[in-house]
């Protein structure tokens, strides 16, 4: 054989183990990414929603239970300046930990 035959096949057979050890570690990586962005965003999911103010619950026991008399929830707590900052913080990373979870998924299937 050749000289150069042989180079290429030799850097082939070296490029394709560097390739292959380089995927294998990523793909490990966007896995911890996955993991770790789905339980931060149940988390921050359920945070959210216990944010919320009661309307919905109080629409379903009286619409459930006509009799029960339903007080509403302070809605001072729900319209303060620190509460609306924290509630858009918290829709802010609920969306970049989707984003980390959709970018891992898009990495993976390349």
């Not at 919320?52 to 029960?68: E, G, K, L």
């Not at 300046?81 to 913080?89: D, E, I, M, S, V």
Request: hydrophobic letters at 45%.
């Amino acid at each position: 054989k050749d000289v150069r035959s042989r180079f290429w096949v030799t850097y082939d057979k070296v490029a394709k183990e560097h390739d292959d050890e380089f995927l294998e570690r990523n793909n490990s990586d966007m896995d911890i990414v996955l993991i770790f962005s789905g339980l931060f965003s149940a988390i921050n999911t359920a945070f959210i929603i216990a944010m919320q103010p009661d309307s919905a619950t109080t629409v379903f026991i009286q619409n459930t239970s006509p009799n029960i008399t339903v007080s509403s929830s302070t809605e001072s707590d729900a319209k303060s300046p620190n509460g609306t900052w924290f509630q858009g913080l918290a829709y802010v990373a609920l969306s970049f930990s989707l984003l980390a979870a959709f970018c891992a998924v898009l990495g993976k299937q390349w």
